[in-house]
């Protein structure tokens, strides 16, 4: 019992500011990527109106530096609460749920605006195709 206390009391003799950095330039250098994709897509789909745009290739694509943008808050997370006194594994802890859910609900919330932005891009067209009289 005492080396599960052992463990889940351990902190690094310094504050990990080195890691706070590391996990800033990680998010900021994934999320950059992730903007452009997005962008890319949009683009894509607004002046082809094709299912291609979201493919499950495209996704994969989309998800990778998301993914990446999350690991580097998550180690900044982390940091930031080794810095202000939390023991690491449980500063990790803490960070890892509260990055993995907040991933899920962004990630969540883009699919609705684009399935939004699909379905009122289908019903503008529908209505220039088949006119109400």
Known sequence: MQEIQDLFLFRFSQPPYFLLVIGLLISLSCALPFALILRQLIEYWNEYHS?????????????????GTLVGVCIAFASTLE???????????????????????????????????????????????????
């Open 51 to 67: 299912q291609e745009a979201f493919t499950r290739w495209r996704k994969i694509q989309l998800l990778t530096p998301f993914t």
């Open 83 to 133: 810095i202000f006194g939390f023991a690491t594994v449980a500063s990790y802890l803490v960070a890892l749920l509260a990055t993995s859910v907040v991933g899920v609900l962004v990630w969540l919330q883009i699919g609705r605006i684009l399935s939004k932005n699909l379905l009122r891009a289908y019903l503008s067209e529908s209505k220039e195709l088949f006119p109400q009289k």
